[in-house]
């Protein structure tokens, strides 16, 4: 498994955004089209170019010789025959793509003041629910974004998203680097890794081989563009 993140630290300008929304799916392109904010058309162009970037540079393909299509859950796959699975993640200023053999999950989400308890009460386990209150009260938002990221990294590499019930299956958490997760669902074996991505960010990764990288690997926003605009001219 292998998991490439970049800092967006500015909007794509309107030039190379008009240019590079033209080397993606239809449907995709008409769906960033449609977004009402900037930012939030900034970071789906982004993930989808780092996909496309890590995906040509993994399989030695062109752009063009890649689509992407989307189960009826939703979760996209390669429109070929390759053993290269991938799973994508954005939120605030992160924008992540794990990779790897089987299927992959990864969640990256900001911490942000939110009303964690009446959460975690209504949507997570009763043990998952007392692992959060049971911390102090500085820990508390932390630890409810441990689970939260969690639960949606197995959903995404189960690949059946929020059609799986939150309280179906449940993590027990000793420490950082020991977490287990109890479950009656298909996906029973499967492995899970918090990482430290930036402060202020919480991101998991689930996967069925329990290799997951000791690092992330960081791109740089500008490069990611002009490595997605050089791959997008070869022909
Ligand atoms: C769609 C979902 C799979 C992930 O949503 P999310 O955490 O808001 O979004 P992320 O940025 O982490 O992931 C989005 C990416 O996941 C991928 N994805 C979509 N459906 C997927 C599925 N069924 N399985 C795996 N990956 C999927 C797509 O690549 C998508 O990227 P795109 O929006 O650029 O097309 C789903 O879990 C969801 O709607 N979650 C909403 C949040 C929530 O209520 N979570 C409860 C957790 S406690």
Request: overall charge positive; some cysteine; hydrophobic content about 40%.
């Given at each position: 498994m292998k998991i490439y993140a970049v800092k967006i630290v500015e909007n794509?300008?309107?030039y190379f955004?008009?240019?590079?929304?033209?080397?993606?799916?239809?449907?995709?392109?008409?769906?960033?089209?449609?977004?009402?904010h900037e930012d939030d058309k900034n970071r789906l162009l982004l993930a989808e170019a780092l996909l496309r970037l890590?995906?040509?540079?993994?399989?030695?393909?062109?752009?063009?010789?890649i689509r992407l299509k989307q189960t009826k859950f939703g979760k996209p796959?390669?429109?070929?025959?390759?053993?290269?699975h991938f799973n994508i993640s954005h939120s605030g200023d992160w924008v992540v793509c794990a990779i790897d053999r089987q299927s992959v999950g990864v969640d990256v989400q900001e911490i942000i003041d939110i009303e964690y308890k009446e959460i975690a009460q209504n949507y997570f386990t009763e043990e998952e629910y007392l692992f959060i209150m049971n911390e102090s009260l500085t820990n508390q938002l932390k630890k409810f974004y441990w689970i939260w990221t969690l639960k949606e990294s197995y959903i995404k590499a189960d690949g059946k998203g929020l059609s799986i019930p939150l309280k179906s299956f449940s993590f027990h958490i000793s420490n950082p680097n020991d977490i287990k997760m109890l479950t009656s669902n298909r996906l029973k074996e499967c492995y899970f890794?918090?990482?430290?991505?930036?402060?202020?960010?919480?991101?998991?990764?689930?996967?069925?081989?329990?290799?997951?990288?000791?690092?992330?690997t960081y791109l740089n926003q500008h490069d990611?563009?002009?490595?997605?605009?050089?791959?997008?001219?070869q022909k």
């Open positions: 794509i300008n309107k955004f008009n240019k590079m929304i033209n080397f993606i799916d239809g449907n995709k392109k008409n769906r960033i089209i449609k977004m009402v890590i995906v040509c540079r993994k399989l030695d393909l062109r752009n063009d010789q796959y390669l429109d070929l025959d390759s053993e290269l890794k918090l990482f430290n991505i930036a402060p202020n960010y919480v991101m998991s990764a689930c996967n069925l081989n329990n290799h997951f990288p000791n690092q992330i990611l563009i002009n490595d997605f605009m050089k791959l997008c001219s």
